[in-house]
Nanobody, 122 residues
């Protein structure tokens, strides 16, 4: 059974930092990603990573967010620095054992976590 579980969300002030973690069990993924969804908005890909460590970022987070994984690909991370109020939302991790879609394309992923809330106040 595949299970993804996020942790590390919370409330911070603008300019602060948070590090999200996602524990991945039951799948050796070839790509994984972090997505976020704000109220009334569509889910958007924030950052993705392949099994070789290659990464892709949504333009608004480049230079501020860093996606990484441990060597066993059991844990996925998202380091978020210089947070802005517009970064607020529910953050989800996702993983795939194979996909023909890009790392930050939600169509690439069948397995998803339940989400962790990030709130950035101005």
């Amino acid at each position: 059974q595949v299970q993804l579980q996020e942790s590390g969300g919370g409330s911070v002030q603008s300019g602060g930092s948070l590090k999200l973690s996602c524990t991945v069990n039951g799948i050796l993924y070839t790509q994984a990603a972090w997505f976020r969804q704000a109220p009334g908005k569509e889910r958007e890909g924030v950052a993705g990573i392949g099994s070789a460590g290659d990464t892709d970022y949504e333009d608004s987070v480049k230079g501020r967010f860093t996606i990484s994984q441990d060597n066993s690909r059991n844990t996925l991370y998202l380091q978020m620095n210089s947070l802005k109020p517009e970064d607020s939302g529910m953050y989800y991790c996702a993983a795939a054992s194979w996909s023909r879609y890009g790392y930050t394309d939600p169509n690439a992923y069948y397995y998803w976590g339940q989400g962790t809330q990030v709130t950035v106040s101005s």
